[in-house]
């Protein structure tokens, strides 16, 4: 397959991916605070990701912006899994539960309301963008191998 064409299919599906996310923090309406924030401002470096990929500008801005969305993908993860655990722990529904137990029940949702999983959407639409630079990226060629054969000194003069 062609380089390109892979390139813009991975940028097709963090596109989808980053409409996909919008939609769901819009009918959550999740806005209410400057924590609420955070995915709306990965989402927008999100976009600019892509249009730079787009434009044909893979670099280590895009890479840099798919990096800062993973960490704020993982902080969203966190958070939601403390909110749940908070929850838990005080409607008493984690009492007698190991520590493994009460995170596995956080994350699941078996307590508390928010989804830990929601912010995996950016963390999947980062790692998308994230390949998407690699597809077609080759390593320079060595010094001595860019120059012309006709241009380089035969050796021993």
């Not at 309406?29 to 730079?52: D, F, I, K, M, Y």
């Not at 078996?110 to 830990?116: A, E, H, L, R």
Request: charged share 10%.
């Amino acid at each position: 397959m062609n380089a390109t064409l892979i390139r813009r299919a991975l940028a097709a599906l963090t596109v989808i991916a980053v409409l996909g996310a919008g939609f769901e923090l819009a009918v959550e309406r999740h806005w209410r605070s400057a924590t609420q924030l955070v995915p709306w401002a990965a989402l927008g470096l999100l976009a600019v990701g892509v249009l730079l990929l787009l434009l044909n500008r893979v670099s280590g801005v895009v890479r840099a912006i798919a990096a800062v969305v993973l960490a704020a993908s993982a902080f969203g993860v966190f958070a939601h899994v403390s909110a749940n655990m908070t929850v838990g722990t005080f409607s008493g529904a984690l009492d007698g539960v190991s520590a493994i137990g009460q995170w596995w029940q956080a994350f699941t949702k078996s307590v508390g309301d928010t989804p830990p999983l929601a912010p995996g959407m950016l963390a999947q639409a980062a790692l998308l963008l994230l390949l998407a630079t690699y597809v077609g990226h080759r390593a320079p060629a060595p010094r001595h191998a860019q120059a012309p054969a006709a241009v380089r000194k035969p050796a021993g003069r």
